[in-house]
């Protein structure tokens, strides 16, 4: 007996040194409301080398955190949001000005998070940015802009509404950047804005950085005012022969160009994505000389994909890098996507003639210009990309949407959209939309972000484009529409491997209740067991078991055994083996 009571005394005692060691890398940013509390709290957490004292920050859910500056990260530190069930928000970030009433984001680009260094990690996840400053003055240009050189990036579920410009935006060199499971809605633009914006950013390593690897899967793209995504040259630098960007399984809706922009973007490789209104500012036969339209493939339009003639890279020290762009072999790939406009889009399409007067010039001469809408521009692809056939462009199993596609995001949000732009094409300027807050609010409240958003990306479930992801299930964001439980993220429909390591990741959040995520990677197909243990080695649960294809796969654990009861508060085991390699991780279950 005193055996045994000594035994389990020196368990506990083991269990809460292991829950100590859990958290000490974590740092909770408690809320109290203070201004500024979060960047303060954060920057001011520092080692005496500069380095960030811990290892991850977690904010509160269900709380508002007002950033007066942005957060300057020099080294490797995660940002979290902790976790929230029904009914709850996620911990939300939202800029204040200063007591002057001037933005004290200082910098371009005004951004919530800048990051430096070199061969530093940094990780963003469940988190909420509002880009409306709490006064309603004005919005904020992004929230990440990088910089420093062999930066690792992770954003995963992250949701933003209402920035200005540009969500994400990569000046660092030599970057690896994933972006999973986000949401970025509603842009602001701003007053005379109309063809700068996009989620992602960067690859050129002219203006912007450099990447040697970019994910872009599984997210939700919604009214940017330029391209989603700007991937300048050959897009990768220190490229071997295979490697790829990879932009799977999004949706794109109200984009007012292209997905990507439309001379670059080389070695990306789209598939399994929605394109709801894309290129909804719409051409103009006289685009060219005014300047208010987009102006290429003027007899036919230009289509959803865009991809345009792209000059010869002649830089000498790309050359001898071996990181210039080859024109003639550009490997831009587009399958199994779904593109389709709505009615509100394809009215704007087809506006009658118009015309406008130019202000008088010294001499009192007042110059007439007129335009008009190019008929059929509601397409695929436009003859300048198919031009680009020969170069290494390709595009195979792409279809409209169909009469049935059931789309089911509110008209308003596209009619708000379509207004603004009409109001900029009728003379090249915004008459009546002269600020920032012109986008439909379904709560009539600017100010705040309605949770859980209340924009519905989901469509018929017996339509064309629920069946036509490369899998036999939808198109677009997995998190819209019923997906089969084995469907596997980060695998092309090639077979090709964006993982390039047999890993076990650290689940999140850790520590968790009720739930929490457990995701692992196959560099090749394997015969494996992902299961959890307790300290004394006894099995509580198998996730999975059995032979995987290679690939990126993510599972939940809900804190319950085999016979689904909840098992106590503790430390657990999680081992994934493929039959020579075994990986184990611990986590903590805090009721």
Known sequence: MIKSISYRFTLCLCLLFSVANLS??????????????????????????????????????????LQRSTIVLETSCDIVGAAYGDGETPATIQPIPGDDGASQFAGWPAGNIKTYGEDQSYAFKNLLFNGVFADGSTTLFGVLATYGKRNTITVDHVTSVHNQVITYFCFGQEEHWTLTNNTAVQYSCYPAGMYFGGFWWGGGGGWTGTVESLLIQNNTIEGAHGQAFVIYDNGLVNRTGSEMIY?????????????????????????????????????????????????????????????????????????????????????????????????????????????????????????????????????????STRSNFSN???????????????????????????????????????????????????????????????????????????????????????????????????????????????????????????????????????????????????????????????????LEWDGRDEMGQSVSTGIYLYTLTNGSTSITKKMALMK
């Open 24 to 65: 000490a890398d974590t740092l909770t940013v408690t809320w109290t409301g203070a201004i500024g509390e979060l960047e303060t709290t954060i920057m001011a957490d520092t080692l005496a080398d500069g380095s960030q004292a811990h290892a991850v920050y977690k904010l509160e859910s269900n709380k508002v955190y």
């Open 392 to 554: 290494g462009v390709s595009e195979v199993n792409n279809i409209h949407a169909g009469s049935d596609f059931g789309w089911n995001l509110d008209a308003a949000y596209i009619t708000a959209q379509t207004t603004r732009t009409r109001d900029w094409l009728d003379n090249g300027v915004h008459d009546t939309h002269t600020t920032h807050f012109w986008m439909h609010q379904a709560d009539s409240d600017p100010i705040s972000v309605q949770w859980p958003l209340p924009l519905d990306f989901s469509y018929s479930a017996t339509s064309a484009a629920a069946t036509h992801c490369t899998h036999g299930g939808p198109v677009g964001s997995t998190h819209h529409m019923t997906h089969a439980a084995d469907l596997t993220m980060g695998t092309t429909p090639e077979g090709e491997i964006v993982p390039g390591a047999f890993a076990l990741a650290q689940n999140y959040p850790n520590p968790f209740n009720p739930s929490t995520e457990i995701s692992f990677t196959l560099n090749e197909a394997a015969d494996i067991n992902l299961s959890i243990f307790n300290m004394l080695g006894q099995k509580v649960r198998t996730l999975t078991t059995g032979s995987k294809p290679a690939g990126v796969y993510s």
């Open 247 to 383: 932009v799977d399984h999004n949706t794109f809706a109200n984009i007012i160009d292209w997905p990507k922009f439309y001379r670059h973007g080389n070695n990306t490789h789209w598939t399994n994505n929605l394109f709801v209104n894309l290129a909804a500012n719409g051409q103009t036969r006289n685009a060219g000389n005014t300047n208010i339209a987009l102006n290429n493939d003027h007899n036919g339009g230009h289509g959803k994909t865009a991809t345009l003639d792209q000059g010869p890279c002649t830089d000498s020290t790309l050359t001898a890098d071996g990181n210039c762009w080859d024109n003639t072999n550009r490997n831009i790939r587009y399958t199994h996507n779904v593109w389709y406009d709505t009615p509100e889009l394809l009215d704007m399409f087809s506006m009658d003639p118009w015309c406008w007067d130019l202000p008088a010039d010294s001499n009192g001469v007042v110059v007439t210009l007129c335009d008009t809408m190019i008929a059929g521009q509601s397409k695929w692809i436009g003859d």
